[in-house]
């Protein structure tokens, strides 16, 4: 039987899965339920207008990205530097409930409105009075979490977005970029008189 090394066919095949890894790698592609995809993470204001994107392969965590999405919050006002601090966080899921992100938006004073998992309360409580004390978060503001859902469903009323025909990142970062745009100009033409 002929060694792995000896068999040229089978470095062919290796050396091709290699660099269909990382070409999949480059795009920010990944494997999910529905085949390779890529996912979006990003911030909303309260008015469902975008304020940062990042980008992952589809089998990416959520909760990983939440800080790179936050410092990538830039808001600029009439006067002076852009605003890189919300007033508070309020996901719409639980799946941001992390020790590391509360500590983060703890340093920066921002309010965290997310509420703990079931597991994390239950692991707090056994631990007694060395768990520490209880996540407290605002109900009524818990309340607008759906805003970054009905954000993304107005993304998604383009077709390239949604089912991504972009091969690079970079030119579906720009489509989505584009997109918040247009969101933010009709949000603006119809405020103002």
């Given amino acids: ?27 920010r592609l990944g494997r999910s339920r529905g085949g ?22 589809g089998q ?38 992390s020790h590391g992100n509360r500590t983060y938006l703890r340093k920066r004073h921002i309010k965290a409105v997310i509420p ?10 056994n631990k007694g ?14 309340k607008e979490r759906n805003t970054v859902e009905r954000l993304i469903n107005k993304l998604k009323a383009w077709r390239g977005i949604a089912t991504r025909y972009d091969k690079t990142p970079a030119s579906y970062l720009a489509g989505l970029h584009l997109r918040a745009a247009m969101i933010w100009i009709k949000d603006l033409t119809r405020t103002t008189p």
């Fill in 36 to 57: 390779q995809t890529s996912k979006v993470h990003l911030a909303a204001d309260r008015r469902c207008r975008p304020l940062a994107f990042v980008l992952t392969a």
């Fill in 116 to 125: 703990e998992k079931r597991g994390q309360a239950a692991n707090r409580k």
């Fill in 129 to 142: 009075s060395k768990g520490g004390r209880p996540v407290s978060h605002d109900a009524d503001l818990y």
């Fill in 1 to 27: 039987m002929p060694d792995a090394a000896d068999d040229p066919e089978r470095e062919e095949r290796r050396r091709i899965r290699r660099r269909r890894k990382l070409r999949l790698k480059a795009a």
């Fill in 60 to 97: 990416a965590a959520d909760s990983p990205q939440f800080i790179p999405v936050l410092e990538k919050i830039r808001v600029r006002g009439p006067v002076g530097r852009p605003r890189t601090r919300p007033d508070a966080v309020g996901c719409g899921d639980k799946a941001y409930s």
